[in-house]
């Protein structure tokens, strides 16, 4: 916070007015469940996607993780009746099957990983971005230095943090992220941060 601060007096002024960043310790993550979440979040309000991920986990009782052998054994009309699209149904399909042959490392194999490395093997699957990926290491794997140049809450929060008209382009905001290394995930949640109205971390924790 203070390597930030030091970067912009108004940068400072932000991290005065909210709550102090809390780092997550890096726990490991099966990361076929949190993608798989991911999956099933995107293009969908927080509400209804919970409610289709639920449906989806209470396939599988009394497991705390997915096994994705069970996945890809289930028929995709059970999973579209879970309220998945096509698309997605076929993206978790893939994604099961790249888990079980090794595109997608297990949680201590991430943990070794570059975020490039992790990055280039996991947009591989279907579905998965580079977005979803930088989410997964910034909230899950805890990586300091991530910068989702393409967020748009994360511009938002600089153009209403430098006063700026016209949010960054995704290449623009990139160099400009250089000046925040090697805490740019912390940068980034600050400018999350910058657009809370009531409590701070309503949209992102």
């Not at 099966?30 to 919970?50: C, H, M, N, T, W």
């Not at 490395?117 to 591989?124: A, G, Q, V, W």
């Not at 279907?126 to 910068?147: A, H, K, N, S």
């Amino acid at each position: 916070m203070r390597h930030l601060a030091e970067t912009d007096p108004r940068f400072a002024a932000l991290i005065a007015r909210v709550r102090p960043f809390a780092p997550r310790l890096s726990v490991l993550v099966r990361p076929f469940d949190a993608l798989a979440e991911s999956i099933v979040y995107q293009q969908l309000s927080g509400k209804a996607a919970a409610t289709i991920w639920n449906r989806v986990r209470a396939l599988y009782p009394r497991r705390k993780w997915l096994d994705p052998k069970l996945v890809l054994a289930t028929s995709d009309e059970t999973l579209r009746a879970c309220g998945l699209s096509g698309n997605k149904t076929a993206a978790i399909k893939d994604l099961a099957a790249r888990t079980l042959d090794g595109t997608v490392p297990s949680g201590p194999a991430l943990a070794r990983m570059s975020e490039d490395e992790i990055i280039e093997r996991l947009t591989s699957v279907r579905g998965i971005g580079r977005w979803t990926v930088e989410m997964l290491l910034l909230f899950e794997l805890g990586r300091l230095d991530v910068w989702p140049a393409t967020d748009l809450g994360v511009q938002k929060g600089y153009a209403k943090t430098f006063g700026k008209r016209k949010l960054p382009k995704p290449k623009e905001f990139e160099r400009i992220g250089e000046k925040w290394r090697p805490y740019r995930s912390i940068a980034a949640w600050y400018f999350w941060r910058a657009l809370d109205k009531a409590e701070p971390g309503a949209n992102r924790s």
